[in-house]
């Protein structure tokens, strides 16, 4: 690139932005700024208020496996009832939702009535709602945005905003939960939903023509899956993110241990430590966010996913909550990296009529596995301790990231039929030589298919 075409600081950042040019995008991500703050807010009380009432680090499990189990069993139907009827609606129905839960969750502890096993009932009941609003609201990020070559950088403006609310919703929960107690913070959730949706309901969308599906929904989550995983790169991907939530994700349950008896401190710790997970986090997604193209991501999802497990490890050797912390931001930045770019070939890949069945199987993937690690996790740390237990995570994810990156050169040939008949943007297919192929074409007609081959999105 000469001098004249380097890109200075301003339209590096325009770049960065540009999806916010479109108002429907505007309006939900101011939305969810404050949405998603007050969601980590109550994640946080959550987990301390069961700590304080049970002692357990079992129960921890539990309450994440709860919390996000029914994810896997819901998501497919999510996934179907997204490709068929209104994204718009359905998310508006399932924020609502998730608004009356916190609502009477911070009722009940503010009363002095919160027993164990409501909120078990209520965390399961936000998992449902979750199954439904994760693959929706994936799924309806295309609209929002209205152009395709937008929607990576919408999924990556997306994360920032969910991993900027991880930085501070915990902070502000660890100090509140000290001040005012759990159900005060659980309450401010409850009225955070109030600017979400009415971001939704602002919202000036074109009224989008679903085919009239032919078959019942049984049918159609079966068309999903063989579409998904008869495809070698949407399923290694899948199976990728899935190996991960299930070994790795869930020591963010143990988090409320490790502050306590691992270092020694409190609530304001456990803040601490997710939001030092949180600002990892956010670097990962304006990472992906300054991209100026979508190559290159199968070897991201790879590094990603060993730094993730190489943090990890470096999480389960400290005992100094300075060391923790660093070692929690590569966490974050490597779990949000490897999710968020396989989020990002995922939808570039799919075709929209299948984008919402095929997020669903993501968040089957990432959300509906994660619970059964949580519980995994949870069992483990009562037996070997929180330590060991994040350390055997940690090493899973290595492994995992490398029989993956052995597999994607055999992902290329693949690719290619799918990005020429969805007509990828040019810079799709721009400079992705020296990625995964040492050898060079030879000059002429098959150096300029090579040069114009997308299908590196995914090998790199």
């Given at each position: 690139?000469?001098n004249?075409?380097?890109?200075?600081?301003?339209?590096?950042?325009?770049?960065?932005?540009?999806?916010?040019?479109?108002?429907?995008?505007?309006?939900?991500?101011?939305?969810q700024?404050?949405?998603?703050?007050?969601?980590?807010?109550?994640?946080?009380?959550?987990?301390?208020?069961?700590?304080?009432?049970?002692?357990?680090?079992?129960?921890?499990?539990?309450?994440?496996?709860?919390?996000?189990?029914?994810?896997?069993?819901?998501?497919?139907?999510?996934g179907a009832?997204a490709?068929?009827?209104?994204?718009?609606?359905?998310?508006?129905?399932?924020?609502?939702?998730?608004?009356?839960?916190?609502?009477?969750?911070?009722?009940?502890?503010?009363?002095?009535?919160?027993?164990?096993?409501h909120?078990?009932?209520?965390?399961?009941?936000l998992?449902?709602?979750?199954?439904?609003?994760?693959?929706?609201?994936?799924?309806?990020?295309?609209?929002?945005?209205?152009?395709?070559?937008?929607?990576?950088?919408?999924?990556?403006?997306?994360?920032?905003?969910?991993?900027?609310?991880?930085?501070?919703?915990?902070?502000?929960?660890?100090?509140?939960?000290?001040?005012?107690?759990?159900?005060?913070?659980?309450?401010?959730?409850?009225?955070?939903?109030?600017a979400?949706?009415?971001?939704?309901?602002?919202?000036?969308?074109?009224?989008?023509?679903?085919?009239?599906?032919?078959?019942?929904?049984?049918?159609?989550?079966?068309?999903?899956?063989?579409?998904?995983?008869?495809?070698?790169p949407?399923?290694?991907?899948?199976?990728?993110?899935a190996?991960?939530?299930v070994?790795?994700?869930?020591f963010?349950?143990l988090?409320?241990?490790v502050?306590?008896?691992?270092?020694?401190?409190?609530?304001?710790?456990?803040?601490?430590?997710?939001?030092?997970?949180?600002?990892?986090?956010?670097?990962?997604?304006?990472?992906?966010?300054?991209?100026?193209?979508?190559?290159?991501?199968?070897?991201?999802?790879?590094?990603?996913a060993?730094?993730?497990?190489?943090?990890?490890?470096?999480?389960?050797?400290s005992?100094w909550?300075?060391?923790?912390?660093?070692?929690?931001?590569f966490?974050?930045?490597?779990?949000?990296?490897?999710?968020?770019?396989?989020?990002?070939?995922?939808?570039?890949?799919?075709?929209?009529?299948?984008?919402?069945?095929?997020?669903?199987?993501?968040?089957?993937?990432?959300?509906?596995?994660?619970?059964?690690?949580?519980?995994?996790?949870?069992?483990?740390?009562?037996?070997?301790?929180?330590?060991?237990?994040?350390?055997?995570?940690g090493?899973?994810?290595?492994i995992?990231?490398?029989?993956?990156?052995?597999?994607?050169?055999?992902?290329?040939?693949?690719?290619?039929?799918?990005?020429?008949?969805?007509?990828?943007?040019?810079?799709?297919?721009?400079?992705?030589?020296?990625?995964?192929?040492?050898?060079?074409?030879?000059?002429?007609?098959?150096?300029?298919?090579?040069?114009?081959?997308?299908?590196?999105?995914?090998?790199?």
């Amino acid at each position: 690139m000469s001098n004249h075409d380097t890109p200075d600081s301003g339209s590096k950042l325009r770049h960065a932005l540009r999806a916010l040019r479109h108002r429907n995008f505007r309006l939900f991500t101011a939305g969810q700024s404050i949405s998603v703050i007050g969601t980590w807010m109550q994640q946080v009380a959550v987990s301390w208020l069961v700590y304080r009432m049970t002692g357990s680090a079992f129960y921890l499990g539990l309450v994440g496996f709860l919390g996000q189990a029914p994810t896997f069993v819901l998501a497919p139907f999510a996934g179907a009832l997204a490709d068929r009827f209104n994204r718009h609606r359905l998310v508006i129905a399932t924020q609502t939702a998730a608004m009356l839960q916190a609502t009477v969750l911070a009722v009940l502890i503010l009363s002095g009535a919160v027993q164990v096993w409501h909120i078990l009932v209520l965390i399961t009941m936000l998992g449902a709602v979750m199954g439904f609003d994760t693959p929706s609201r994936q799924a309806f990020l295309l609209e929002m945005v209205g152009e395709r070559s937008d929607l990576p950088n919408a999924i990556a403006l997306n994360s920032s905003i969910f991993n900027l609310a991880r930085l501070i919703g915990p902070a502000i929960a660890g100090i509140a939960i000290a001040a005012v107690g759990e159900g005060w913070v659980i309450a401010i959730n409850a009225v955070s939903y109030i600017a979400v949706l009415s971001s939704l309901l602002r919202m000036r969308l074109t009224p989008v023509r679903r085919p009239r599906a032919s078959a019942g929904v049984l049918s159609h989550i079966r068309e999903g899956f063989r579409y998904a995983f008869g495809f070698a790169p949407i399923r290694s991907i899948l199976l990728m993110v899935a190996t991960v939530s299930v070994v790795a994700v869930p020591f963010t349950v143990l988090l409320p241990v490790v502050a306590t008896e691992v270092l020694g401190g409190g609530a304001e710790t456990l803040g601490f430590l997710m939001a030092a997970m949180g600002l990892g986090a956010l670097s990962g997604a304006l990472f992906l966010a300054m991209r100026r193209t979508v190559t290159g991501f199968g070897p991201i999802i790879a590094r990603a996913a060993t730094l993730f497990g190489a943090a990890l490890l470096g999480v389960a050797a400290s005992r100094w909550l300075p060391l923790t912390l660093v070692a929690l931001v590569f966490a974050g930045f490597g779990m949000m990296t490897q999710m968020a770019s396989s989020n990002t070939v995922l939808q570039t890949l799919v075709d929209d009529d299948k984008r919402g069945r095929i997020m669903s199987l993501y968040s089957m993937a990432f959300l509906g596995m994660t619970p059964v690690g949580s519980l995994m996790a949870g069992a483990a740390a009562n037996r070997i301790g929180a330590p060991l237990t994040i350390a055997i995570g940690g090493t899973c994810a290595i492994i995992a990231a490398f029989l993956f990156r052995l597999r994607l050169p055999a992902l290329r040939a693949q690719v290619r039929p799918i990005y020429r008949r969805l007509g990828i943007l040019p810079e799709v297919a721009r400079g992705l030589q020296a990625a995964t192929h040492s050898t060079t074409p030879e000059v002429g007609e098959d150096a300029d298919e090579e040069r114009a081959d997308p299908q590196r999105l995914v090998s790199g």
